[in-house]
């Protein structure tokens, strides 16, 4: 194969890839601090993922049948996370670190002769593992040194602004909005029911809005068709799913995921709510559809 097409397929790999195999993938080559830094989130979240574990078998076990088998597991994921907090005192001790990816299989770290692959012990929650990992590395400004230029974009808002829904009254019922948002009921009944709700739709959509167009600016593609909200168990967050590639972020959004065909309809508003737009067409969302009167 020549040198162009290996170029070209190894391109398509990496534009294919989310943006935590991209991270990965660039700290194989980086130098051993950020490697060191990377290795210390992903362990330190790992140990955090363990130690709950352990905590959710005691607690089943109180109640359970097989309370044996539950605790003999909590012992040993109790165990497992004692090791990694070995392997965090030796990179500490300043041993080097070593990343390393594999084909449809997670990627590892090798420290002192001891690999840990950064797998979550419930496979379906890998993915809240992985945004766990780039939130606490990329929060110490990591992740900038490891994006390339062409990953760089337009200033956005770093935390969703401080949400202040305006109001009018009509003939037609009251409808409350926000930047081009909008949220019309047939009625003002219970007009406090209404506020409350108004307020939190627009306050999780600016959020939402927000993360998104954060992932945007650090090369993530949003497949717009494709979004969707999952529930993390035993967590207030919820998994937003950006694209096939297995991109995703943590947002609270209750309303969000609780409302049957919110996301889709919200979509128009959130591709738009950054895009520059000087007078960005309203984006109408009635509230008996929704099912909220």
């Known amino acids: 194969m020549c040198t162009a097409v290996v170029l070209l397929v190894a391109a398509t790999a990496l ?9 990965v993938q660039a700290l194989e080559s ?5 490697r060191a830094s990377f290795a210390r989130s992903a362990l330190l979240e790992l140990t955090e993922v363990y130690l709950a574990e352990a905590d959710l078998a005691r607690a089943e076990a109180r109640d359970s049948a ?3 088998r539950l605790m003999s597991w909590s ?3 109790e165990r497992y996370a004692a090791q990694l907090a ?9 041993y080097p670190v070593a990343l390393r990816r594999y084909p449809r299989e997670v990627a590892s770290v090798s420290v002192a002769g001891r690999t840990i692959m950064l797998a979550h012990p419930r496979r379906q929650q890998q993915a ?13 400004g990591r992740c900038r040194e490891l994006l390339a230029p062409g990953d760089q974009q337009a200033a956005i808002p770093m935390s969703a602004g401080r949400v202040a829904p305006t109001w009018e009254f009509t003939a037609a019922g009251p409808r409350c909005s926000h930047q081009a948002l909008q949220l019309a009921f047939s009625a003002a009944v219970d007009l406090g029911r209404q506020r409350a709700l108004c307020q939190q739709l627009m306050a999780e959509a600016e959020l939402l809005a927000t993360e998104l167009a954060w992932q945007q600016r650090h090369g993530v593609a949003i497949d717009w068709q494709a979004l969707a909200v999952r529930a993390v168990p035993r967590r207030p967050e919820h998994l937003v799913l950006l694209n096939s590639a297995g991109d995703s972020l943590l947002a609270t959004l209750p309303l969000v995921h609780g409302s049957a065909g919110l996301l889709q309809q919200l979509v128009p508003w959130l591709r738009q709510r950054f895009s520059g737009e000087q007078a960005p067409a309203p984006v109408i969302l009635q509230a008996s559809v929704l099912g909220w009167e």
């Not at 534009?15 to 991270?23: D, G, K, P, V």
């Not at 980086?30 to 950020?34: M, N």
């Open 30 to 34: 980086a130098g051993p601090e950020l």
């Open 66 to 68: 097989e309370a044996n």
């Open 75 to 77: 012992r040993a994921v």
């Open 86 to 94: 070995l392997v965090l005192d030796d990179i500490a001790f300043g």
């Open 128 to 140: 809240v593992y992985e945004q766990s990992v780039l939130a606490h590395f990329c929060g110490q």
């Open 15 to 23: 534009a294919e890839s989310s943006r935590y195999e991209r991270i």
